[in-house]
């Protein structure tokens, strides 16, 4: 196989372009301030850097495996150069991929002990593989590493309906928060991958695997620099009136507060259109209605919503209202425009809580409201 790749120049430009896209990439993500993909998103240094590490890691891995690719000839010397490359994924690879799906998470910041735990026996096979120049624990460890990804993936399932359910607890809006479709496409990539190391032979197979890394690069990088920092405190001061001030002893709200607080959401929220802000989070309403944040929580909590849906109801009554009140001055308009004055920014967003919550389309709806 590594005799026809030798010879092939295409496969050679492919594998040279890997490694330098994957370096601009590590580049980008250490040293560039801005954002180039989207400019009003912060991304997550925390993800920014380790996402940094997994692209160097391809970098390094890559030009440690041109040896048995371009210059290797002797049997012995791939084989010892191809378990050598194993460990080095073991122990940089795997981990690294794991941490930014973890990173991803924003909800809390999980420990990454249990990474090091998770991949230390892949660690401990490849060293007595390397140490004994021998692969006869390789198809075990192939075993572990498709076991390891599926219980990953049931992992990430799990934390993914824990996050949603936090996102939609805390945000009005959760355009550039939202991630489970990265796990979709890294669930798949990360399937292929297996079944490449499980039985990948023959040219084709690397040339699916050095596609699968230029996926991987561009994908990642995407998701990055498109994903929101949720730790980064919203700048903009919401209006408070002072006769709704905080009554807090430690962590007790006074009972009049508490049970005033669908009076104070009428007032601070919906009489003055607080609803209508972008990017609304809980925390801030919480602070601009008076109340502590956890109460108000578990108040939506009693009421059987979340947050995120609240709001959107609020702002989709607004859209009725606007509806009708153009229909009725006679006032030209867009749906795309009216949405936005409710306080969606993107429209696709506003057309999925609009189906959810009327349940029929915007354009099926406006049809059946002007009949």
């Given at each position: ?30 040293f560039r301030q801005g954002n180039a993909f989207a400019k ?118 799990f934390a993914l309906r824990q996050y949603g359910r936090w ?9 550039h928060k939202e991630v489970w479709q990265s796990f979709v ?187």
């Amino acid at each position: 196989m590594y005799d026809q790749l030798r010879e092939d120049t295409l496969y050679i430009m492919l594998y040279a372009a890997v490694i330098v896209v994957a370096m601009l990439a590590t580049c980008y993500l250490l040293f560039r301030q801005g954002n180039a993909f989207a400019k009003d998103v912060t991304p997550p240094a925390r993800l920014r850097r380790w996402t940094a590490a997994f692209f160097a890691v391809f970098v390094v891995n890559h030009v440690w495996y041109m040896g048995p690719s371009f210059f290797l000839t002797s049997s012995d010397d791939i084989k010892m150069t191809n378990l050598v490359g194993g460990l080095l994924d073991c122990m940089t690879f795997f981990p690294l991929a794991i941490v930014v799906l973890l990173c991803m998470l924003q909800d809390r910041r999980r420990p990454l002990w249990p990474v090091a735990v998770m991949v230390a026996p892949l660690i401990l096979g490849m060293a007595w593989c390397v140490a004994s120049r021998s692969d006869a624990l390789f198809q075990m460890l192939i075993v572990y590493i498709m076991l390891m990804s599926i219980g990953l993936i049931i992992y990430m399932v799990f934390a993914l309906r824990q996050y949603g359910r936090w996102l939609r607890d805390n945000y009005a809006d959760l355009e550039h928060k939202e991630v489970w479709q990265s796990f979709v496409v890294l669930a798949i990539i990360l399937l292929v991958f297996c079944i490449y190391v499980s039985s990948g032979e023959g040219p084709s197979y690397e040339y699916l695997l050095q596609l699968i890394v230029v996926v991987l690069i561009g994908y990642l990088l995407w998701r990055v620099e498109t994903l929101s920092d949720l730790s980064v405190l919203h700048p903009q001061v919401l209006p408070a009136d002072e006769t709704a001030t905080e009554v807090i002893e430690g962590d007790s709200l006074l009972p009049t507060i508490r049970d005033n607080i669908g009076a104070l959401l009428q007032q601070h929220c919906i009489d003055e259109q607080l609803y209508l802000q972008h990017d609304l989070t809980v925390a801030q309403l919480a602070q601009a209605i008076g109340i502590n944040r956890l109460y108000l929580s578990q108040y939506f909590s009693r009421q059987g919503l979340s947050y995120n849906a609240y709001i959107n109801d609020l702002r989709i009554n607004h859209f009725v209202s606007l509806y009708r009140e153009a229909l009725a001055t006679q006032r030209p308009f867009t749906a795309q425009q009216l949405a936005h004055d409710c306080g969606y920014q993107s429209y696709s967003t506003f057309s999925l809580a609009f189906k959810q919550r009327m349940g029929q389309s915007v354009t099926a709806w406006m049809r059946n409201a002007d009949k």
